[in-house]
């Protein structure tokens, strides 16, 4: 046997992923988005409200990039700024997630005696269709961005809860988890140091899909005008007043529409990127 | 008084088909630095014994229904969480059977070394590093510096067990239970790693508790020998006696098993049938079914263990006819 190279697992795991073609072009598209959000002042100075009733529908050219909508905004402005919204929701909701999920999960997964009162309030909220449980939950907070978020972290945590809960009871039963209680760690130092880091694998896939479901869905709400109010500039707000003026100005409908596909299909691409690396099992098929 | 004292100690699991016992009226006791093996087939209750002295059978399903564990006159049994945590790593240590999955993939050993002193002890990031070198040094990891920044996947099985051996014994326990840790090693490693227990026995002076269906490992390790069958303890001595003179059926079957080379042998020895499930276990004697000397009045009652001579105990009733 040769000496294996001292390679942290972590660095190991980022060499596969930068192998990973898919990977690397869902993170560029990703990447993409991001950054234009980062930097929307700088790209999109001009108000994303700002009405010009003599410059409407103007079609994508030298003065507006993107041309302008009905009440002659720019094209150009509204969506970048919506692209921001859009990061903004989807990483609120993926970080809340994170922490609700995880805690959610790892209590049910950890601890027997709370499983069966955590799953089956999880149940209940899964047995709502995403959509039809975001509009409840808007319907009753009030449509504002906050509360948009807030709907759809009700909506995905349960999801992310399972998914870390079916990994904690795996690894709860690891022979390392039973080593450490053996030489003294207590219940929060094993969930901490043992059994989290573990589970991380498919909880980082997770969040990435989650990322693009959150992006996704809160489009479908603005679209459906349950979500954040007109004239917010959201890529569902867009494309809903674009919907009119579909035949005579396509650019409005089509662009934020173009937007959104790229963030997800970026999402999808590198949450399927991360699942063939991180998974042992589609590891030993490559 | 003794280091470890178990009196009738008596566990059970909830089952889909109801509640079994897993281990009934085990008692033993055990003296500074002496090692106790523990020896039987899978599922003769041996590794459940350790986890209930370590307070680690997992509840539910599993339930003490009786007896005591005094460790240095105090009863595990009646200890707080908190206080038995505190008692796990320095007072008593466990090693497991898998050295492959016992260690945590994501962190160096180094880190899980230096956890556990951190957990007992608060000592600084310099002196638990120094701590945990010198204990890798001991259990005989060559360059030990550099092998603290290893991750498990870098280690042989052998290795890897003489971590956990390393992460056991850090914090200095006064007994360490060793659940069949050689089993999943190639043999002249297991020598190596029963070597390396006898030496750090000798030098921490802690006592052990040895688990096995290895007789070859009882014979070379163990100072007295507890034979378990189907939950029960059914004969108690020390290991000269136990080889020399086996009193239950049971044991004889276990030793006959052993090819010896001193005898042609064609075939080895098999004690006929299987363990029985812990469900399904006749009435009386638990290895009447199984025991080639068998009579009928051995379904009647569960034979206690009597002490014959020089601390030797068995649990049969017919031990009288085979002397």
């Known amino acids: 046997m040769t000496e294996p190279k001292r390679a942290s697992p972590f660095r190991a795991t980022m060499r596969r992923l930068l192998h990973h073609r898919l990977f690397v072009l869902g993170c560029v598209l990703f990447g993409l988005i991001l950054l234009v959000a980062i930097f929307a002042p700088l790209i999109a100075p001009v108000d994303p409200n700002k009405l010009s009733m003599r410059m409407k529908f103007r079609p994508p050219g030298a003065d507006f990039i993107f041309g302008t909508d009905n009440f002659g905004r720019s094209l150009w402005s509204r969506v970048v700024w919506g692209a921001q919204l859009s990061m903004f929701i989807g990483g609120a909701v993926v970080a809340i997630n994170a922490v609700l999920g995880t805690a959610i999960g790892a209590a049910a997964g950890y601890f027997r005696r709370l499983d069966n009162a955590l799953m089956r309030i999880n149940d209940a909220l899964m047995a709502f269709p995403a959509v039809l449980l975001a509009i409840g939950v808007t319907a009753v907070l009030g449509p504002s961005v906050n509360d948009v978020i807030i709907a759809l972290a009700i909506v995905y945590t349960p999801r992310t809860a399972r998914i870390v809960r079916s990994s904690v009871i795996v690894l709860r039963e690891m022979e390392y988890v039973q080593a450490a209680l053996a030489a003294g760690a207590g219940h929060w130092r094993i969930l901490r140091r043992h059994i989290l880091p573990n589970a991380m694998a498919p909880l980082i896939v997770q969040l990435s899909f989650l990322f693009a479901y959150a992006v996704l869905t809160e489009a479908t709400l603005s679209f459906l005008g349950v979500g954040a109010v007109p004239p917010t500039p959201t890529w569902g707000n867009i494309m809903a007043e674009g919907r009119q003026y579909m035949t005579d100005a396509p650019w409005i409908i089509t662009i934020p529409g173009a937007a959104l596909m790229i963030t997800v299909l970026g999402l999808n691409l590198l949450g399927d990127g991360l699942r063939d690396v991180l998974d042992p099992r589609l590891r030993i098929q490559q | 008084m003794s280091l470890l004292d178990v009196r009738d100690l008596t566990t059970s699991f909830q089952t889909g088909g109801g509640e079994v016992t897993a281990i009934e009226n085990v008692s033993f006791s055990l003296e500074k630095g002496e090692i106790l093996g523990i020896v039987g087939e899978s599922g003769s209750g041996k590794s459940v014994t350790a986890l209930a002295i370590m307070g680690l059978l997992p509840r539910p399903p599993a339930r003490v229904l009786g007896g005591s564990v005094r460790f240095e006159g105090q009863d595990l049994l009646t200890l707080s969480d908190r206080s038995m945590q505190r008692l796990r790593g320095p007072g008593i240590a466990m090693v497991f059977q898998e050295p492959m999955t ?222």
Do not use: W
């Open chain 2, 102 to 323: 016992s260690l945590n993939p994501v962190f160096t050993i180094g880190e899980q070394i230096m956890e556990t002193i951190r957990a007992h002890e608060s000592l600084s990031q310099k002196d638990s590093f120094a701590r945990a070198v010198e204990m890798l040094e001991k259990v005989g990891i060559p360059a030990a510096t550099t092998r603290m920044s290893d991750y498990p996947h870098q280690l042989s099985g052998g290795q890897r067990q003489r971590v956990m051996l390393a992460i056991a014994l850090v914090c200095r326990p006064r007994l360490l239970i060793a659940d069949e840790p050689t089993t999943a090693l190639d043999v002249t490693i297991q020598a190596q790693i029963l070597e390396l227990l006898m030496d750090l026995r000798d030098e921490f002076g802690m006592a052990i508790i040895m688990i096995t269906h290895n007789m070859g490992v009882i014979a070379e390790t163990a100072d007295r020998v507890l034979v378990m069958y189907a939950g029960r303890v059914v004969e108690q001595a020390p290991v000269g006696r136990l080889f020399d003179h086996p009193l239950h059926p049971y044991t004889r079957g276990l030793l006959s098993c052993v090819p010896t080379l001193d005898q042609d042998q064609d075939r080895l020895i098999a004690i006929p049938g299987s363990l029985p499930e812990p469900s399904r276990r006749p009435s009386g004697c638990r290895f009447s079914a199984r025991c080639v000397h068998a009579i009928p009045a051995c379904s009647d009652v569960i034979p206690p263990l009597e002490i014959f001579e020089q601390s030797h105990a068995a649990a049969c009733i017919r031990v009288g006819d085979f002397a």
